[in-house]
């Protein structure tokens, strides 16, 4: 009659290499998913972005307002020809959403419940000043989320939008 004393190292290589998949497996989707939040906010404000740009360029003065709601989530309106447009979520309250009228992007602000006003020219498409809010120009915004972080950079003289 044979003993059994115990796990063949064979046995305890083929355990290990099978936890050491699974392992990398979960960490590769868990970084995936950690910046998903950050990247949906991105692409909601450079559509924001983008339609009122196209909208501007056409019949309508289009303004855009971006900011942070009560509930430290972050939020886009529209003011069409005078009248404000009902607000839409862009972002959770887990994303941090920054914004600079340079190419600093040390010395940024954080988005908070005054929010930026960002208005196109009608002819060009080019940025203008906006006539309510803060007086600037809106350069880069940065949405991060953890170690996930993207730019958006509107270009002053085209207005065109583009995410790093």
């Given amino acids: 009659m044979k ?9 305890l ?6 936890m050491a998949v699974l392992t990398g497996t979960v960490a590769i989707s868990v970084s995936a998913v950690g910046g998903f939040k950050a990247k949906e906010c991105t692409k909601n404000i450079q559509s924001y972005i983008n339609k009122t740009r196209v909208s501007t360029m056409g019949k309508n003065s289009v303004v855009l307002h971006l900011y942070k709601g009560a509930d430290d989530a ?5 003011i069409t020809n ?8 862009i972002g959770k309250k887990t994303v941090t959403v920054k914004y600079t ?10 988005l908070d419940t005054t929010g930026v006003y960002i208005e196109f020219d009608r002819s060009s498409g080019a940025m203008k000043l906006p006539a309510s809010g803060p007086s600037i120009y809106v350069h880069k915004i940065t949405v991060s989320q953890g170690s996930k972080n993207y730019v958006i950079t509107i270009y002053r003289e085209t207005g ?3 995410v790093e």
């Avoid at 290589?13 to 099978?18: C, E």
């Avoid at 972050?74 to 529209?78: L, P, S, V």
């Avoid at 009228?101 to 602000?109: F, I, K, W």
């Fill in 3 to 11: 003993r059994n004393q115990g796990y063949s190292l064979v046995e």
């Fill in 13 to 18: 290589i083929v355990v290990i290499a099978i």
């Fill in 74 to 78: 972050f939020y886009a309106q529209t």
């Fill in 82 to 89: 005078g009248t404000t447009d009902a607000a839409q979520q």
């Fill in 101 to 110: 009228d340079g190419d600093d992007l040390t010395s940024m602000s954080e």
């Fill in 160 to 162: 065109k939008v583009v």
